[in-house]
T-cell receptor, first 110, second 114 residues
Framework: RKEVEQDPGPFNVPEGATVAFNCTYS??????FFWYRQDCRKEPKLLMS???SGNEDGRFTAQLNRASQYISLLIRDSKLSDSATYLC???????????FGKGTRLSVIA | DAGVIQSPRHEVTEMGQEVTLRCKPI?????LFWYRQTMMRGLELLIY????????DSGMPEDRFSAKMPNASFSTLKIQPSEPRDSAVYFC????????????FGPGTRLTVL
């Protein structure tokens, strides 16, 4: 079973819209997560960390739901520049490598 | 900080040729990771090092793949002989140990094997 499952999309939304993606995880011991963003033909870059209390950074809000084992990412007032693939990654204990899924592709349309 | 540096950025080669990819991690980072990304399989971990020592190479697909880290500021991933199915983007990433465990990726090497 994969560590995380994400809807691959694409999610096509108009500029200004609010969009949300979920990411379900299999390891109930996972304490926190990362959301990475990967632009087309670029490397993944850290968007935000997600802890039990969630996290908010400007237009981006991430929540962790332990009971249902999913993490959500909400993007408000979508911009064209938000078009990218968003990858949900469990933050493992110790110093083990991050394991990435295929992510969710978002396309914001003018 | 210059970030993780990879070279070359693009490589086109013919089947059977040897390919060497290079990575310079962020100074002071003691972990280095090699990933491969394809449309079909996504981002896969190939191998990672801690303090220049290979820790887990179970993701290396075949004996044709090898990786070295002769010092803290340089690593190579070699494919010999290369095959068309090796065509992918190869990313190197680095991080420090401890609480701040964010991995930083290099820009990747786009490999095409004809």
């Amino acid at each position: 079973r994969k560590e995380v499952e994400q809807d691959p999309g694409p999610f096509n939304v108009p500029e200004g819209a609010t969009v949300a993606f979920n990411c379900t995880y299999s390891n109930s011991a996972s304490q926190s997560f990362f959301w990475y963003r990967q632009d087309c033909r670029k490397e993944p870059k850290l968007l935000m960390s997600v802890y039990s209390s969630g996290n908010e950074d400007g237009r981006f809000t991430a929540q962790l739901n332990r009971a249902s084992q999913y993490i959500s990412l909400l993007i408000r007032d979508s911009k064209l520049s938000d078009s990218a693939t968003y990858l949900c990654v469990p933050r493992n204990s110790g110093n083990t490598p991050l394991v990435f899924g295929k992510g969710t592709r978002l396309s914001v349309i003018a | 900080d210059a970030g993780v540096i990879q070279s070359p950025r693009h490589e086109v080669t013919e089947m059977g040729q040897e390919v060497t990819l290079r990575c310079k991690p962020i100074s002071g980072h003691d972990y280095l990771f090699w990933y491969r990304q394809t449309m079909m399989r996504g981002l896969e971990l190939l191998i990672y090092f801690n303090n220049n020592v290979p820790i887990d190479d179970s993701g290396m697909p075949e004996d044709r793949f090898s990786a070295k880290m002769p010092n803290a500021s340089f690593s190579t991933l070699k494919i010999q002989p290369s095959e068309p199915r090796d065509s992918a983007v190869y990313f190197c990433a680095s991080r420090t140990s401890g609480e701040t465990d964010t991995q930083y990726f290099g820009p990747g090497t786009r490999l095409t094997v004809l």
